[in-house]
């Protein structure tokens, strides 16, 4: 007979986690990147409590999230999301975290910066990597995601079209973009300059790196200009 996964041992983590990105991807039919994000929530609160899954109580949960107070809105709504997939869908054990509300986000007005702005911005860029992502969002239109996930395969060079393929999932939709000339040019001299990787993608790059792209340009300049 088959064991639960909240009966797996402590040990069988790994296990666990993954049946959970299955459980994501093939039961909810969830993007890649969406069932990895609410692993890697599970994994911390697992490390956290050090508990095997089924003996994880509320004030647990609670404790967890305590911890993530100091964190951005938007990142506790992710966890908490995470925590409801996790025990209230996958594990069955909805009772645990129904008491838990997802934080109320104030509205903010949405920065408008000027040519000149995004001008002296883009100059203060220091690679050729930054150039290149710089003017495929700012030509594309395109998710930060869709950008950061392109293969070779995802790109017409010819006709500088691009066809995302990261939303496998239900939850969001895209279809072709085009990048114009300039960004053409930047984009090539970016590819021809790449180094090596075992990754596919285009412009592999780590969490930390992800998360601080143009903080020079942000700090020399003053302007914050992200992805979205």
């Known amino acids: 007979m088959a064991r639960k996964a909240s009966d797996l041992p402590l040990e069988d983590q790994n296990e666990l986690l993954s049946r959970f990105k299955d459980f994501q991807m093939v039961d909810l039919r969830r993007s890649k990147r969406t069932a990895y994000e609410k692993v890697w929530f599970i994994k911390r609160l697992l490390k956290n409590v ?19 107070e100091n964190y951005s809105a938007a990142t506790y709504k992710n966890a908490l999301m995470a925590l409801k997939v996790f025990f209230r869908d996958y594990l069955e054990k909805p009772e645990l975290v129904s008491s838990f509300k997802f934080p109320h986000q104030v509205f903010k007005p949405k920065q408008i910066v000027s040519k000149e702005q995004v001008k002296q911005f883009y100059l203060c860029l220091e690679s050729s990597k930054e150039k290149a ?8 239109g395109l998710r930060r995601e869709e950008i950061l996930s392109l293969t070779p395969e995802d790109v017409d060079f010819d006709n500088r079209m691009i066809t995302p393929n990261n939303h496998l999932g239900e939850t969001k939709k895209s279809w072709v973009s085009f990048y114009n000339q300039e960004a053409e040019i930047v984009f090539k001299e970016y590819l021809a ?36």
């Not at 300059?193 to 700090?219: C, G, H, T, Y």
Request: contains cysteine; hydrophobic residues 40%; positive net charge.
């Open 133 to 140: 992502l710089f003017m495929l969002y700012a030509t594309t």
């Open 193 to 228: 300059a790449k180094n090596a990787s075992r990754s596919k993608r285009l412009f592999p790059m780590q969490r930390n790196e992800n998360v601080e792209l143009w903080k020079i340009a942000q700090d020399k300049t003053g302007i914050n200009i992200m992805p979205q």
């Open 50 to 68: 050090n508990k095997n899954a089924n003996d994880i109580c509320r004030d647990d949960l609670r404790n967890f999230l305590r911890t993530l």
